[in-house]
């Protein structure tokens, strides 16, 4: 049994946007997302379906700039997971997934063991629905940077650029709810003794 609830809520205000996300690891993917950006609230509502962590997130853009919301939506997001993880001790660590989606295949590999380290290679040729490539491109990167994790993001094939980047979500919530789950006969997850 855990004895501390993963939960956390954090908060990021600037001058060009105002975020506020609260997160659960161990809840059932309930989400609740507010953006204004459609496609970006589906990303982040497929991320949590699959990892099955509850996401409550709200974002609004101060100047107008949807480059600033994304990226600020996606810094906060993955603080609020980062500081939910806590020690990250019991933590299986590791955790991967493949993921089809129509024409698209896409993978994720990902270590929650606090060092950043990013690859994103999502093949896309256009943006989808209301976001440009470029600010798909730095979701997945603004995310990895703040989650203090170790993430690979490749998309393998595909000729739909919706399809690649929703295999791509629903890849790294199934690889989040590997690697965050707790494993009572884990201890610390690595030999140095601390992650």
């Not at 497929?46 to 509850?54: A, F, G, R, T, W």
């Not at 989650?147 to 295999?167: F, M, P, T």
């Not at 965050?180 to 992650?195: E, F, H, L, W, Y």
């Amino acid at each position: 049994m855990q004895e501390k609830e993963r939960r956390s809520r954090v908060e990021r205000y600037t001058n060009e946007t105002s975020v506020e996300v609260e997160v659960d690891l161990d809840g059932n993917g309930l989400y609740s997302v507010e953006t204004g950006i459609r496609f970006l609230d589906h990303m982040i509502a497929s991320i949590s379906k699959h990892s099955l962590i509850d996401i409550r997130l709200k974002g609004v853009s101060k100047d107008g700039i949807r480059h600033h919301l994304i990226e600020d939506v996606a810094i906060t997001l993955a603080s609020a997971l980062d500081k939910a993880l806590g020690s990250r001790d019991g933590i299986e660590r590791f955790g991967y997934a493949m993921v089809p989606m129509d024409d698209a295949l896409a993978f994720v590999a990902l270590d929650l063991v606090r060092r950043a380290y990013h690859a994103i290679d999502l093949k896309l040729a256009n943006g989808v629905e209301d976001m440009v490539k470029e600010d798909i491109e730095h979701f997945f990167t603004s995310f990895a940077l703040n989650l203090n994790a170790c993430i690979h993001v490749v998309v393998q094939y595909g000729s739909n650029d919706h399809h690649k980047v929703e295999a791509a979500c629903k890849a790294l919530g199934v690889a989040l709810r590997n690697a965050a789950v707790i494993n009572p006969r884990k201890g610390i997850a690595s030999t140095k003794g601390t992650i």
